[in-house]
C-alpha cells in the first residue's frame, strides 16, 4: 500500500512536472531583440559583418582564403600577383591558386539578411537618419559579399531573405541566377546603400569612421564591380570555354549588354568625384609622396581594413597584426620571417626598357648599382625596391655574381652562359682556365676584394629568402619601423582596398570603352600627374589606360582579377617565363652591368581558360544539386 | 545478470556502426585515343588529353571523375569503381565528341576515335651541326569552323617525355634578352596558303655529346589549347 502511494505521488509529479512549458529566454544565445534594440548592439552586429568582409588583404592568399582564423596569415607572400606574372613568388605556377579554395559565404550573407529584414522592426527606437545608415551599410556589405563570389563563379543564387533552416529541402535548394543577373543584383544592392547612407560631415551628420563604408564607398566599389561586369560582355563573348553552364547564361554575359554596364560604371565613379582626392600630401618629393600614400591616413583612401597589435588573439578576427614588413624584405632588413615573392623586371618594363644594353649590344656599365635608377619615374621608385636603394640603414645590394672580364654583348653572353663552367665560389682556383663567372651561396665570400652577391644577393642556399629577380618589393613597406619591429605578427599598416586612384582608373576605362576619349585622357593625365610621369597624349589605346592601371594598382591583388576579366589571361600567361634584372659586378673593369635573365627558380606561367571561372565547391553540389550544371570544363 | 548488462553494452555500441558493404574501387578501365586519320593511338603528351567519367549508376548529377592519358594515346585506371559511366573524350587537340555510356566492370577496354584539330605531315628532322631542324606541314581533319591557328612549338627535351610541360626553355626562347620565343607564329584561319606551307624551325645550340628527344606541337585557340604533335624523334649530337 505504502509502495502505490509513493508511486502515485511521483507519477503526480511527473504529470505535473509535464504541464510546465520550458519558456525561458536561453542565457547563453543572444537574441534578436537584445541586439537590436540598442545602438550599440546593433554596431557590434555591423562590425562583426565589416569583419569578415571577403577582402583580398595583406592576410588573403588566393589557395588559402580570407584569413579570418589563424590560418596561413603570416604568408602575405602568398600573394595573387605571385600567380599572374607581376611577382615571382613561392607558388609553383598559376595552376596552384587558379581553381581557389571553395569560397561559398552564405553564411556570412544570412548574417547581412538578418539585419536589413529584423532591424526595420525596432526603427521605433532610432533615428529615421540612423536606421537608414545601418542598413544602407549592410546592403553595402551585402554587395560587397556577392562580387567576392560572383567574380569567382559567375552566376550563383541570389538570396535575399532569411531563410528558414527548418523549411523544405527543396526550398532551400535555391538554383543559380544568371550571371547578368547577379551582377545587376550587386548594382542594384550599391544603389541602396547609397541613397540610404548619410553625406559625411554635411550638415548635422557625423563623419563615417575609418574602416566603415560610406555613401561613396557605395559608388566606388560599384564602378569596379560594374567594370567587371562590362569587360566580360564585351571581351568574354569572343574568348570562352563552352559548356551547358555557359548555354543557360550562368556563366557569360551577353555582349549586347556591354555598354550599359560601361555607362553604369562611368556614372557611379562619375558620383565620386570631388569626395575624394589623389594624395599629394609629400610634395614636392613625389616618391616620397607615392611611398606615403601607402603608409599614412589621407583622402585618397576610401574604404581601408585596419589591425591592431593590441589584438592578443589572432584566431578569433581579421583586426590582429600582420606580416607584410617580415615577408616582404630580406632578412637583414627584418626582425623575422622571410621575403618569398619578388617583383619581376616584366612588370618594371612597363614603365619602358631600363637602359641596360648599349646601341652596339654590349652591356651598359655603371660605375655603382644605384646608377640604374637615374631618371626613373617617382612611381616606380616607390614601388619596387632597386639595386643600391637603402631600408633601415641597410643598402640592397643584390649581385647575381662577379664577372671576372666580361667581352662582347649581352645576348652573346647570355647563349654561352649555357655552356661554360661557373665557379660557385671556390670551386676551382683563380687561375682555371675557361671560368669567367663566379656565383656564391654566401653572403660572405669576397672575390678580389669584391663582395660576390651582397648581402641582398642571390643566394641559392638560403632557399626562397633572397631576391630572385633582382628586385624586392616597396610598397606598403613601412620604412618609419625599426628592423626589430618588423617581426612575424608586428605589422599594423592599414590596407586599402579601395582608393580614389582605381575609381579614376575605373573612370577612365569605361569613359574610353564608351568613345569618351577626352574625359579618358584627363583622368589618365590625373594618375599620371601625381605618379611623376610623363603625361599621355590624344593617341592613346585602351592598352595605354590597361598599362596605366597594372602600373598604378600593382601588387594591391587587382591584376590577376583584370587579366581575367579583360579575357587575356590565357595570352599573357602562355608558357611564361618570369624575367629578372640581374646585376653583375666586372671584376677586371670595376664596373657593374645589368643583364635581363629568367628569374632564378625558372617557373613555368599557363593559365588555362577554364580557369576564367572557378569550380563550384564540390560539398555545395553534393547539397544542391540545382546548382547544376557545374562551370564550363569542370 | 552482470554479463548480460556487458553484452547488451557491446551490443548497442555496434548497434549504429553501419558497415561500408560498398566493393572497392577493384575495376580496370583501359583503351586508347584513336585518330581517325592515320588510325592509330593519338599522339599526346602526359595529360594532353582526358576521359571524364560520370557514375550515372551513383548519382543524377555525379561530380566528374577524369582519366588522364599517357604521351602514347593510351589511357588505363586500375582502380575504379565498377557500375555505368557516361565517358567523354575531352580537353585535348580533338573536335569535341558525344560522351557514350559505357558499363564498367572487371577489366574493361574501350577505344575512343577522336578528329584531331590538325595532323603535322611530312615531319622530318635534320641535324646539321648543333642545330636540329625540324620541318613539317599542316592538314586538318575538318575545316569549318577550325579555331584559330596559333603556331607550331618545337619542344626539345633530355628525355622522351618532351611536350608543352617538359620542355628545355632556352631551346624554345629564341633570344633570352628580349624573351621572345622560337616558334612559328600563324594566328590565322584555315586557308590554302597554309595548307601549302612547309614550316621550318630550327633549335640552335645543342650540346654535342648529348642524346636530345624533340617534337614540334601546333595547336589552336579552343577552349583548352592543347596541342596536335608529330612523332618524337631521338637526336643523337655527335662529339665534336
Redesign the interface.
Known sequence: MKKIKYTITILAAYILASCHKLNVPPLNIISEDQVFSSANGVEAYLANIYTFLPMEDFVYEPNGGFMTGNGGRWQCFYHTDAIDGEMAGPFGGTGDAATGFGFWPYDRIRVINILINDLPKYASLYTPAQVNEWLGEAYFCRAYTYFAIVKRYGGVPIVKTVVDPNASIASLQVPRNTEEDCYKFIGADFDTAYSLMWVPGASGNPSIEQGAASKYAAMAYKSRAMLYAATIAKYGAAN???GPARAAGLVGIPAGDANTFFQAAYDAAKLVEGQFSLYTGGYPDKEQNYVDLFLKPNNEQIFIRQYSQSDPNLNSDNSGPHSWDATMTCRIMTGDGLSRAYPDYDYVERYGELPI?NADGTPTRFNNLADITNGLEPRLLATVYFPGMTLRGQTFDQQRGIYKTFTGS??QE??DN??TPNDVYGQYPDTAAGVNLIFSSSSNNVYAGHNVIGRAGFNPSTGDDNTRTGFYLRKYINYNAPASACGLYQSTQSYIDMRYAEVLLNRAEAAYELGNTADALADINAIRDRAGAVEATNSMTIDTIRNERDKELAFEHQYWWDIRRWRIA?QVL??R?L?GLMPYYISSENKFIF????ETF?R?YTF???WYYEPLP?GE??KN?NL?P?N??? | MKNFLIAALVLAAYSCAKTDNYAAPNSTYQGNLIDSVTGKNLLTETGGASLMLKQLSWS??P??YYIPTKPDGSFEDTRIYSGQYSVLPT?GAFWPTDSVVTQIGGSTSQNFTVVPYLEITHFTDTLSADSLVMTCQLMAPRQNGLPEILEIWPFVNSTEFVG?GAFI??F??S?????S?NLAAINSNWNATIAATTYRLVVH?L?AGRTYFARLGVRVND???KYNFSPIVEVDVPTK
Open positions: 570562352y570555354v563552352d644594353v649581352a645576348a647570355l647563349s649555357l655552356n590565357d602562355d608558357n617565363k624575367y643583364l635581363k635573365q629568367i625558372q613555368t588555362q581558360k577554364i564540390g553540389l553534393a544539386p547544376y557545374n564550363p570544363g569542370y | 543524377g548529377t561530380d566528374p580537353q608543352s626553355t632556352n624554345t626562347i633570344d633570352p634578352s628580349n624573351g620565343y645550340g650540346i577552349s583548352y589549347r
